[in-house]
């Protein structure tokens, strides 16, 4: 059975309307969007490792036919694949990442917008999950 975190989808959602926010709608194009199914993209790759971006090994394909498949979270999708390394590096290095990454994506029709929406997006939900909870007093 399959788990998605609906939480961190809507986490995403709220970190978007953030950077909109602090940015103001014209600051954004509105080709610069992505479509509910791509924000989901961007919320599950959260959880994923950058060695999710690298392809199974020898040793990796010998222990899943011994030990069964393990969890495979490449999409099926090139666009959509294209849309979660990104994300993945992103969640995990910001701005950082490889220029050949960037022409990749890029090259499966996302624009430079949408690729600075969704760091920035991501920045803010980094941040906001950074911030030391308050704590509540009473009187």
Not at 3 to 28: K, P
């Amino acid at each position: 059975m399959a788990y998605v975190a609906f939480q961190e989808i809507g986490a995403a959602r709220v970190a978007v309307d953030a950077a909109i926010t602090q940015r103001g709608a014209s600051a954004i194009r509105p080709d610069a969007r992505l479509s509910a199914l791509e924000w989901q993209v961007v919320a599950l790759a959260r959880r994923d490792r950058i060695a999710s971006l690298r392809a199974p090994g020898k040793l990796s394909r010998a222990l899943g036919s011994i030990f069964g498949e393990t969890r495979n979270p490449r999409l099926a999708d090139p666009s959509l694949e294209a849309l979660r390394r990104m994300a993945v590096l992103s969640w995990h290095h910001g701005y950082s990442v490889p220029s050949h990454e960037v022409r990749a994506f890029l090259a499966a029709g996302y624009t430079a917008d949408q690729y600075e929406l969704m760091v920035d997006s991501i920045a803010t939900a980094l941040s906001s999950s950074r911030r030391p909870a308050r704590l509540a007093t009473s009187e």
